[in-house]
């Protein structure tokens, strides 16, 4: 979310995080086989929009969807299967064109947030690199005509990645690559990048877009107190927009939603949404998995998007 405590205000320069050095390259690499189709028997695994909220998810018993991530490998969420790496699509990293991060070794932690208890940065999410799946998706992006899409090689997770995933697989066992996001693109793009990696879902890859459904950081109020209307509307349209299968509504949302602008700002914390829900197909399956609020105005609602079989 890129948040600050809500009694401070967001710095412009705060917004992008800060490149970290990458591990060390004399790590064993992990075995993946992203890359790899899955055993006819296995099924196609379903895409997910996360609302990864407040950094302080990590360490915050009290957020009420933290409990939600936590059950995550517990309640099967996206299946039996374990993915064989996760390809994450988030809103903290954004870019002129795709770009993927080319990691061999440990990903390093980026603490892209400030004004927050010493103990979050002291925090690490050392996944594996998935370099193999990072050179999948620019594959895939550059058949799709999504190209040129760069190597990045020095940068590690942002929290929009590590965050929710310490939380869903505390083990820190499987190979991840992150995936940028275009503010100056719209929904409708995304949803197509979206649409060319949807072979990944095939090959065991986990498709994660962590964003926020409403995110307005200078509008947040205490927590406890009710959403205000403009964050209701837009989160309950956003909702029935994707249980009703209007997806070209929400490829239009900035035309179509009440209160979009005051909802979303900026665009990047709602694209990392188009980009899994276009990964699942045209006529996929949206599924609300999660919903509950907190600073009164932040949602952290999530879906799941199943393809039609």
Request: aromatic content about 8%; hydrophobic content about 35%; proline content about 10%.
């Given at each position: 979310m890129g948040q600050t405590h809500s009694q401070a205000k967001p710095k412009p320069e705060d917004r992008h995080a800060t490149p970290q050095p990458r591990a060390d390259d004399h790590h064993q690499e992990h075995p993946e086989a992203a890359t790899g189709r899955r055993p006819p028997a296995a099924p196609a695994m379903d895409t997910f929009f996360l609302s990864h909220?407040?950094?302080?998810?990590?360490?915050?018993?009290?957020?009420?969807?933290?409990?939600?991530?936590?059950?995550?490998?517990?309640?099967?969420?996206?299946?039996?299967?374990r993915p064989r790496a996760i390809l994450i699509v988030s809103a903290?990293?954004?870019?002129?064109?795709p770009a993927?991060?080319?990691?061999?070794?440990?990903?390093?932690?980026?603490?892209?947030?400030?004004?927050?208890?010493?103990?979050?940065?002291?925090?690490?999410y050392p996944a594996p690199g998935a370099p193999d799946l990072a050179k999948r998706t620019k594959e895939l992006l550059e058949q799709g005509g999504f190209g040129p899409v760069k190597e990045d090689r020095s940068r590690g997770l942002d929290h929009g990645a590590w965050v929710p995933l310490m939380l869903m697989y505390p083990d820190a066992d499987i190979p991840v690559c992150q995936l940028s996001?275009?503010?100056?693109?719209?929904?409708?793009?995304?949803?197509?990048l979206g649409r060319a990696l949807a072979p990944l879902r095939e090959e065991g890859v986990l498709v994660l877009g962590s964003g926020s459904a409403t995110h307005n950081l200078r509008k947040m109020g205490p927590s406890g107190s009710p959403p205000p209307q403009w964050a209701s509307d837009f989160d309950t349209w956003l909702k029935d927009s994707l249980l009703g299968g209007r997806y070209d509504d929400v490829?239009?949302?900035?035309?179509?939603?009440?209160?979009?602008?005051?909802?979303?700002?900026?665009?990047?914390?709602?694209?990392?949404?188009?980009?899994?829900?276009?990964?699942?197909?045209?006529?996929?399956?949206?599924?609300?998995?999660?919903?509950?609020?907190?600073?009164?105005?932040?949602?952290?609602a999530s879906y799941r998007f199943t393809a039609k079989n």
């Amino acid at each position: 979310m890129g948040q600050t405590h809500s009694q401070a205000k967001p710095k412009p320069e705060d917004r992008h995080a800060t490149p970290q050095p990458r591990a060390d390259d004399h790590h064993q690499e992990h075995p993946e086989a992203a890359t790899g189709r899955r055993p006819p028997a296995a099924p196609a695994m379903d895409t997910f929009f996360l609302s990864h909220g407040s950094p302080t998810l990590s360490i915050d018993e009290a957020i009420p969807a933290r409990s939600f991530f936590q059950s995550w490998l517990p309640a099967a969420v996206a299946g039996s299967e374990r993915p064989r790496a996760i390809l994450i699509v988030s809103a903290h990293w954004e870019t002129a064109t795709p770009a993927v991060i080319v990691v061999r070794g440990a990903n390093d932690t980026i603490h892209d947030f400030y004004g927050f208890p010493k103990s979050m940065y002291q925090l690490k999410y050392p996944a594996p690199g998935a370099p193999d799946l990072a050179k999948r998706t620019k594959e895939l992006l550059e058949q799709g005509g999504f190209g040129p899409v760069k190597e990045d090689r020095s940068r590690g997770l942002d929290h929009g990645a590590w965050v929710p995933l310490m939380l869903m697989y505390p083990d820190a066992d499987i190979p991840v690559c992150q995936l940028s996001v275009q503010p100056d693109r719209d929904a409708a793009y995304h949803y197509n990048l979206g649409r060319a990696l949807a072979p990944l879902r095939e090959e065991g890859v986990l498709v994660l877009g962590s964003g926020s459904a409403t995110h307005n950081l200078r509008k947040m109020g205490p927590s406890g107190s009710p959403p205000p209307q403009w964050a209701s509307d837009f989160d309950t349209w956003l909702k029935d927009s994707l249980l009703g299968g209007r997806y070209d509504d929400v490829n239009r949302y900035e035309e179509k939603a009440p209160n979009a602008k005051t909802a979303h700002p900026r665009p990047e914390h709602l694209y990392p949404l188009h980009v899994a829900l276009g990964a699942a197909g045209d006529e996929s399956k949206a599924e609300l998995i999660h919903s509950s609020w907190t600073n009164a105005s932040l949602s952290y609602a999530s879906y799941r998007f199943t393809a039609k079989n």
